[in-house]
């Protein structure tokens, strides 16, 4: 007999109280929220512990999950902290903690090995490699790249060890989540921290070209049931009440009948929230020009005409036991349809001087749900009451008020962990100690590389992209793969690698998680790429002890001071940083393919951003100055970095032989650039 494939779950974004009663009003399986800390969307109105703490009771009163979301990159000093905001959630009885950064997930399997991760698209899986790589560090389930064809998802999804996540409907980035520094480095706003200031919503070379319309697949709803995926995620947590459940009641609508979308729903929903109309390209494998959109007036006005959402109707019935008899405290239990159970006891009743209580007055009492989400009909409570017996009004509403607080508390064994002790010393720096210099570089031009090599011994490692490095004179010692790499790339990037080993090139430069173990088996000493975002001591130690990294690049976010706690990896000092990694290739669409490598974009203010292509069609964009540290080379040295990574990008043979002597001069560079930030 044919059976239908399960519904995935339907998750809703809640940045207030009021959206989250929305998206529970309007059919959500599960609601995703934040706190005032460690939130990838800073800026919504977010959650206080005891408003946390309320919402996450009324969602479970409806059967309705709810998963913290705590996905920013963590510092060192941030680290406990971290740890006892997740801690909290967990005992609140949040479902599950939604992170991103290494170390923190490290953290989190550790003290909090009950609390279930889901491992957010911060983390940049485009792959089952990068997908099983996290399932191993402990992820019950990861949420995928949003650059994702349905071929890729339905790969990953149906050979998963974990279960999988996909974002619905909602604001895209233009870049690969947790692979863009552009607001950080060029406002100090970090994306990857949940301050993104979306520099890409402005105009480059007069147009918008970073600047995406929202995802909409409400016309893939069977092919998605069908994919296997576990849920289905919309974004919003900055959005309305009133988009919350437009959205959701269409989605839910449309899980339901399992079907795709109709005219008049998608019409509905560009009036809710669009930008010039909505894109699936990337569902389709399709991305092209057609991606991009701005705020236009009439998406303004459609939006401003939306009604605000309904009032909570929906309502939980309750059953009861009360016990009023003589000699014995009072006790009520009341009863869930879920299992839930809440019981409370009150005062032995008093013998009644004048009028005893009767059945009546008591279920009058105890059947007042107030502001609550339950009902309890009079009907449904089976009392046993003793003759002659006096309690209080107040103390049958204290007994009623106890017995919900009682059904709302999660078990007991939401306190069975034990956290580390507070400590000032656990975020403090770690002793100091000199390092030998050790020099690293990469060259994403061949010609530059032909014309500096190792620099006459100043390099102990020089890399050459994987796809590129069989145009130098001679090979380099390492390759460096590209930083994304989909199931359907992976056959074309492991032949390349093989010809590397076979070439004699023994390192490779790797930044995802889920490549390095590839690289390893196929014999190359692997070092961990920038794109790895290690800002802290436990991401850095997960990928020395777990995945046995002789080197990584620390995160271009990190200030000197930060840097200085964090001995023993390597920093950009030189070089135009990648702000951006961009599925669609700009270039071509914007410039052709003759300027391959040689395109830009300009923004307001006159800053160019050199554009460059990666592997197969992808673009890099790049920062508009250079970091440059040859002239802080005694700040460097006084916050014991010894071990230097230069990026040679976009310069000519000539500019990157002028910049790099004066660096090794000590000398200033002879152009704008930016030093690492001091404090």
């Known amino acids: 007999m044919n059976t239908l494939p399960p519904l995935p779950e339907l998750l809703a974004p809640a940045g207030s109280y009021d959206a989250m009663l929305a998206a529970v009003e309007a059919g959500a399986d599960a609601v995703y929220l934040g706190a005032t800390q460690f939130s990838a969307r800073a800026y919504a109105q977010n959650f206080s512990g005891e408003e946390a703490e309320r919402a996450i009771a009324y969602c479970h009163a409806f059967g309705v999950r709810v998963y913290a979301t705590m996905n920013t990159l963590l510092f060192d000093r941030e680290c406990e902290a971290f740890l006892r905001s997740a801690a909290d959630f967990y005992r ?42 996290f399932a191993e560090l402990g992820a019950v389930r990861v949420v995928l790249a949003r650059e994702l064809s349905l071929e890729n998802i339905r790969y990953i999804t149906t050979h998963a060890p974990c279960q999988t996540e996909i974002f619905l409907h909602g604001a895209l980035c233009v870049s690969h989540s947790g692979q863009c520094l552009l607001s950080s480095l060029i406002g100090g706003r970090s994306g990857n921290r949940g301050a993104c200031a979306q520099p890409c919503r402005l105009p480059y070379n007069g147009h ?196 919900l607080a009682d059904l709302d508390r999660p078990g007991p064994d939401r306190t069975a962990f034990a956290l580390p002790p507070r400590s000032p010393d656990r975020a403090g720096p770690p002793p100091l ?42 090979p380099p010692q390492g390759i460096c793969l590209p930083p994304v790499i989909t199931d359907a790339e992976a056959p074309q990037v492991l032949d390349r690698l093989r010809e590397a080993a076979r070439a004699g090139i023994t390192h490779a430069l790797v930044g995802h998680i889920g490549w390095i173990r590839v690289a390893q088996d196929m014999g190359f000493s692997v070092i961990g790429d920038f794109r790895l975002n290690i800002t802290n001591r436990e991401s850095a130690s997960l990928l020395r002890e777990r995945f046995g990294l002789r080197d990584m690049i620390l995160s271009p976010e990190l200030s000197l001071p930060r840097l200085r706690d964090l001995p023993g990896g ?98 200033s560079a002879d152009r704008p650039v930016r030093g690492i930030v001091r404090s």
Not at 451 to 467: K, M, Q, S, V
Request: aromatic residues 8%; charged residues 20%; hydrophobic residues 40%.
């Open 208 to 403: 918008f070209p970073l600047s995406l319309r929202d995802l909409s697949l409400a016309d893939h709803i069977p092919a998605l049931i069908a994919s296997g995926v576990s849920s289905l995620k919309i974004e919003g947590r900055m959005k309305s009440p009133a988009y919350v459940y437009g959205v959701v009641s269409v989605y839910r609508r449309l899980l339901d009948e399992r079907r795709a979308a109709r005219p008049e729903e998608n019409r509905y929903l560009r009036e809710l929230f669009s930008r010039d109309g909505f894109t699936d390209a990337y569902f389709r494998g399709k991305p092209q020009s057609h991606m991009t959109g701005i705020r236009k007036r009439q998406d303004i006005d459609g939006s401003r005409r939306l009604p605000p959402p309904p009032p909570p109707s929906r309502r939980v019935p309750l059953r009861a036991d009360a016990v009023i008899l003589p000699g014995a405290p009072a006790e009520i239990s009341l009863y869930r349809a879920d299992g839930a159970i809440g019981h409370a006891v009150a005062q032995i009743p008093e013998p009644a001087r004048s009028a005893p209580l009767d059945a009546g007055t008591v279920c009058a009492h105890l059947s007042r749900m107030g502001g609550t989400p339950y009902t309890l009909a009079p009907e449904n409570i089976r009392l046993r009451l003793g003759s002659g017996l006096n309690l209080s009004p107040a103390v049958l509403n204290a007994l009623r008020r106890e017995a």
């Open 570 to 667: 390597s920093v950009i000092v030189f070089g135009r940083i990648p702000l951006m990694l961009l599925e669609r290739c700009l270039i071509r669409e914007n410039f052709g393919c003759a300027h391959c490598n040689h395109a830009a974009l300009t923004d307001r203010r006159g800053a160019v951003f050199p554009l460059l292509r990666v592997f197969p069609h992808r673009n890099l964009l790049l920062n508009s100055l250079p970091t440059y540290m040859g002239d802080r080379v005694r700040e460097l040295e006084a916050a014991h970095i010894s071990r230097m990574h230069f990026l040679f990008t976009s310069e000519t043979p000539d500019e990157a032989a002028a910049l790099l002597s004066a660096f090794r001069h000590g000398r």
């Open 433 to 474: 100690r000199t390092h030998p210099p050790f020099r690293t570089a990469l060259f994403f031009d061949p010609a530059v590389f032909d014309a500096i090599g190792n620099a006459g011994g100043f390099f102990d490692l020089t890399f050459l992209p994987l796809f590129r490095w069989r145009e130098a004179a001679r």
């Open 92 to 133: 609140m009885g949040a479902d599950g903690v939604i992170a991103a950064d290494l170390g923190g997930i490290r953290m989190l399997r550790r003290y909090l090995p009950a609390l279930p991760v889901h491992v957010s698209t911060q983390a940049s899986v485009h792959s089952l490699d990068g997908l099983r790589a």
